[in-house]
């Protein structure tokens, strides 16, 4: 199929940005996103040109890295995909495609396509695991039995792969589903009661620190997250966080 | 020649590790306060190895390219981790474990390494327990196990089809918290491009940012590399698109002997190439092969019947199917290690039974244990008379919630329903189970440049188990190398802080500054995935599953001449200064344009079949792998002489003293 591509490029963090116009040719349905965006690369360096920059690593829906705002939608237009592993199929020959990069303030670009989202890792530093020493000298692992109703929950909840969808979908920018995974894997399992007060506390602190909006509970988040956390867990966090302010 | 000293400790093998840790030096907590170490790489090794490091005191700085640590390649790894815990009560033990790994890798790996890596595995379960690693249990709350490769026993521990995310999540929040305490510093998106001697020791590396894409000296008092396996020299393979070789082959040209370079897994489960776009592989993990059963008709004509689109997979009778590696294998039949069940799917679609357009899949069908699953649930659950659309339904429920998301991943991919019609799947590159030579102390040839996880050679000889690479990382990391450094940095407490003015760091900087601007300045043709694409093809051909003496000199010379094509007519569009993808690139395959060279050389030499390593020249009638222990029971060590086809070959003779050097046999 023939695709007509616009494309935000940007030179820097304080550069100004525009959106540009390229058209690809011969795209085949089997190709993911990304391989469409090489062979556009292939051709803009052909020319002599510069290639679009844009983050992406594992190409298979797990390392969180690929983001790109397809046609108004963080990854584009399938569900529970990643931009990596959403394929050109779902596009029609002749379509417009917009593509930019994940807009927040929290966010900002770095150059076209790729963000800093290093704000997220401060999010974890700031209380996102449980204090144990790695010293290998802790009690059996089947010394803790843990429902499987809870270990599974936990797991679903640990299956964000922290891309910041979340952020990009929310008209606040907010980061709560993000916050809340994290919050919820570890509350669920005994080994996270012990700090979880202040674990809430410290998360949300430094999320508002790192400039993300409020949550108005409107749930684009969660639908465009690609890996289906469910809102549950932001209601969760907010129990937690509730009750760890009163007893603070 | 120097010799190398692998120092193994003395006694007997159960008691090496217990002794060695009662006697080596330890730093004083005051002191390591003094004490500067790097890590690069924040995967499972780097990761672990960081947390665990500044927790004992030692100023840590850790470096990945990604644009978080949590994105380090571990984080794809899917079907799970071994630990020799025996919670199934099937009779595993420490002594096992250790027998199963030595044996899978076709006894080319150090006898006492493996058993260290059997003997701490137990912890690295409890561990990442404690960090709230949320691993699948059964109804009873307790830890649930699966099937691997290669064992008759159940050791495998995971969380569904994500167990490497859920690890590197545990041993990344271990590392955040110590960010948090001030003890790691860690640097996102910096790139470490050569490592720098002081009076030969290693003391720091030149890093570019790649953000603004300035360079950066690092001193440190000793440098851990964890900076993962080669696989992409191959270009297309399962590994993450960035994973690549420079840091350990900077290193290698600084001096540090590169161990086995040949030494690859192709793994048998991944997903055909669709096209020439295709930009990498996707894995179906192993632990597939616990539920699908692998086949292709057994008659030709069915297989054109099903290329052309005549005839559906699941029409064909069970009589017309051929479970080869049931048929070739009884005893471990779709459970042989990968190298065994690789090179049987080449040998069926070299003989003409591939089922896709291109000739290279065979099926990997689960309506066998669809049935058998959806009958157990219909008993348990009391439906009596249950009709067999009932039971396919209630099976496809459990084979979900085993293995979900790679059956989403394979139908976002391929867009094809897997609980309807099988799974098509051909081998592709995975691991490299070669990497730099480290002693028993997990130090390079270069005093103070220590090498762990993938980056490093040790474990897993000629061909890796299924599920050991998770256990090898967070070994090393978490209670290895925490140990055996402190016996190195002991002697560096009076050093005081390592100085980045010499004019060592100097000159290394200026190297590598001029090696980026050559690149930027060269101004040629091409792209640098054109020759990356090339090189990646003459690999696959020449040194891929099937190697031999004609092959293997061709692909020296032809890597050769893309090197010197790359060098002439590259071109790397912008500049040095700022973020700039394509220049990372640019690096990266230029490296790995220089141990292709060597890998084929490696594989030349080693005129042996041995475990992922295939000579056509050495093997039984059967057409399986066969050794030569008179002749090849050493690793080679390569040293660096500034040209990859003049390597100077060491060798390392491995001595089994537990276990008895037999023929593998899985039939
Ligand atoms: C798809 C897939 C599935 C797998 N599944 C399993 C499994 O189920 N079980 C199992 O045991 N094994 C599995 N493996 C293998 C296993 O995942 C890897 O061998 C292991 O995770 C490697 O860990 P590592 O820490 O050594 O390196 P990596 O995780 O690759 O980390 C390398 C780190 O080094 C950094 N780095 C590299 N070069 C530089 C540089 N020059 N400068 C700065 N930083 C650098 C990177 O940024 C990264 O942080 C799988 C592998 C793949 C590809
Ligand atoms: S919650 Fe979903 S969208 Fe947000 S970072 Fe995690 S995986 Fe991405
Ligand atoms: S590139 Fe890793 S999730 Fe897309």
Redesign the interface.
């Known amino acids: 199929m023939n695709l007509t591509l616009k494309i935000w490029r940007q030179k820097?963090p304080s550069a100004k940005g525009e959106m540009k116009t390229y058209q690809v040719s011969e795209i085949?349905g089997?190709?993911?996103f990304?391989?469409m965006m090489?062979?556009l690369n292939?051709q803009i360096?052909?020319k002599?040109?510069?290639?679009v920059?844009f983050?992406?690593?594992?190409?298979?829906?797990?390392?969180?890295?690929c983001s790109m705002y397809i046609n108004g939608e963080p990854h584009g237009p399938?569900r529970?995909?990643t931009t990596c592993?959403l394929?050109m199929?779902k596009f029609k020959d002749g379509d417009t495609i917009h593509i930019e990069p994940w807009r927040a303030n929290a966010f900002p670009v770095?150059?076209d396509l790729?963000v800093?989202?290093?704000a997220?890792?401060r999010i974890?530093?700031?209380?996102?695991?449980?204090?144990?020493?790695?010293?290998?000298?802790?009690?059996?692992?089947?010394a803790?039995?843990?429902?499987?109703e809870n270990?599974?929950l936990?797991?679903d909840a640990?299956?964000c792969?922290?891309c910041g969808a979340c952020v990009a979908s929310c008209k606040n920018a907010s980061a709560m589903l993000f916050v809340s995974a994290k919050v919820s894997?570890?509350s669920l399992?005994p080994?996270?009661q012990v700090e979880a007060k202040d674990r809430v506390l410290n998360m949300i602190n430094q999320m508002d620190e790192e400039g993300f909006g409020n949550c108005t509970n409107t749930g684009a988040c969660a639908i465009e997250c690609p890996k289906g956390i469910s809102l549950d867990n932001i209601a969760r966090m907010n129990r937690e966080y509730l009750s760890a302010s009163i007893s603070k | 020649m120097s010799t190398l000293d692998s120092k193994i400790p003395h006694g007997p093998i159960a008691d090496k590790w217990t002794d060695y840790k009662n006697h080596i030096d330890v730093v004083n907590p005051a002191n390591k306060r003094l004490i500067d170490v790097i890590v690069v790489g924040s995967g499972l090794a780097g990761a672990?190895a960081s947390?665990?490091l500044a927790?004992m005191g030692y100023n840590v700085k850790t470096f990945c390219f990604?644009?978080?640590?949590?994105?380090a390649?571990s984080?794809?790894a899917q079907g799970g981790i071994n630990a020799a815990?025996n919670?199934q009560n099937d009779g595993d033990s420490t002594f096992r474990l250790f027998y199963d790994t030595v044996k899978g890798g076709d006894y080319r790996a150090r006898e006492a390494n493996v058993y260290r890596l059997a003997e701490?595995s137990a912890?690295?379960?409890?561990?990442?327990?404690?960090?709230?690693v949320?691993?699948?249990?059964?109804?009873?709350?307790?830890?649930d196990n699966r099937s691997f490769g290669g064992v008759l026993v159940s050791r495998t521990f995971y969380?569904?089809g994500?167990t490497?995310?859920?690890l590197l999540?545990g041993a990344?929040?271990?590392m955040?918290?110590q960010?948090?305490k001030g003890k790691v510093t860690?640097l996102?998106r910096h790139e470490m491009l050569d490592l720098v001697l002081v009076d030969g020791k290693a003391r720091g590396i030149i890093a570019r940012n790649l953000?603004t894409g300035e360079l950066e000296r690092h001193g440190a008092h000793a440098v851990v590399l964890a900076s993962g396996g080669y696989g992409n020299v191959f270009y297309l393979s399962t590994n993450?698109?960035?994973s690549n070789v420079t840091a350990a082959w900077r290193a290698h040209r600084r001096g540090a002997y590169f161990a086995n370079p040949c030494y690859t897994q192709i793994h048998p489960t991944c997903i055909p190439r669709?096209?020439d776009?295709?930009?990498?592989l996707?894995?179906m993990s192993e632990s597939l092969r616990n539920d699908g059963r692998i086949w292709v008709p057994k008659h030709l004509k069915d297989v054109e019947a099903i290329r052309s689109g005549k005839m559906k997979p699941t029409q064909l009778k069970e009589e017309d199917r051929d479970y080869y590696l049931e048929r070739r294998y009884p005893a471990f039949g779709n459970l042989v290690p990968r190298d065994v069940a690789s090179r049987a799917a080449k040998e069926r679609c070299d003989a003409g039974y591939g089922v896709n357009k291109t000739g290279e899949a065979v099926y990997l069908d689960f309506s066998a244990a669809i049935m058998r699953y959806g009958k157990e649930k219909a008993h348990t659950s009391h439906i009596h008379n249950a009709t067999d659309a009932q039971i396919r339904e209630l099976g496809e429920k459990v084979i979900e919630a085993k293995y979900g998301n790679l059956f989403?991943?394979y139908e976002?991919?391929t867009?094809d329903n897997p609980y309807k019609t099988p799974m098509m799947i051909y081998p592709a590159v995975h691991y490299t189970m070669g990497g730099l030579w480290v002693d028993y102390n997990l130090m390079t040839t270069i005093p103070g440049c220590y090498a762990t996880g993938e980056s490093n050679f040790s474990e897993h000889g000629a061909n890796r188990l299924g599920a050991s690479a998770l256990m090898q990382g967070l070994a090393d990391g978490?209670?290895v190398l925490p140990y055996t450094i402190g016996d190195y940095l002991a002697s560096d407490i009076r050093t005081g802080k390592i100085s980045t003015d010499s004019k060592e760091f100097e000159e290394a900087e200026s190297e590598v500054r001029n090696r980026l601007e050559a690149l930027i300045n060269n101004k040629g043709?091409k792209?640098v995935?054109h020759f990356h694409k090339r090189l990646g093809k003459v690999m696959w051909d020449k040194a891929g599953m099937a190697r031999n003496a004609q092959g293997l000199q061709e692909a020296m010379d032809e890597i050769r001449q893309i090197r010197e094509e790359f060098y002439k007519d590259v071109?790397v569009?912008?500049s040095v200064n700022?973020?700039?993808?394509?220049l990372e690139k640019a690096t990266r395959v230029a490296d790995f344009l220089e141990l292709g060279e060597l890998f084929a050389k490696d594989a030349l030499d080693r005129n042996e079949s041995c475990g992922g390593h295939f000579r056509e020249e050495s093997q039984t009638e059967e057409g399986e792998a066969l050794r030569d222990d008179v002749n090849y029971a050493f690793v080679s060590a390569w040293e660096w002489t500034g040209d990859p086809r003049t390597s100077n070959l060491h060798k390392e003779e491995l001595k089994f003293e537990n276990i008895e050097l037999k023929q593998r046999s899985y039939k």
Not at chain 1, 144 to 148: E, L, M, N, S, Y
Not at chain 2, 134 to 143: I, K, N, Q, T
């Open positions: 820097g085949s089997d190709m993911s990304l391989e090489d062979v292939e360096i052909t002599g040109e510069e290639p920059a983050d992406h690593d594992c190409r298979e829906g797990i390392c969180g890295m399938d529970g995909v592993q394929h199929r770095i150059k790729a800093d989202r290093s997220f890792d974890i530093q700031a209380g996102g695991y449980v204090s144990v020493n790695t010293s290998g000298n802790s009690q059996d692992a089947n803790i039995p843990i429902p499987k270990a599974d936990a797991f640990a299956t792969i922290g894997q570890l399992l080994q996270g | 672990s947390a665990s927790e990604q644009d978080s640590p949590r994105r390649h984080i794809a815990k919670y701490v912890s690295i379960i409890d561990q990442c327990v404690a960090q709230g949320p691993f699948a249990r059964e109804y009873g709350g307790l830890l969380a569904k994500q490497g995310q859920q999540l990344y929040s271990a955040s918290r960010i948090n860690m996102n953000v993450a698109m960035g669709s096209g776009y295709q930009s990498k996707t894995l989403q991943m976002k991919i867009d978490y209670f043709t792209s995935d071109f569009p912008g700022e973020f700039n993808p394509e």
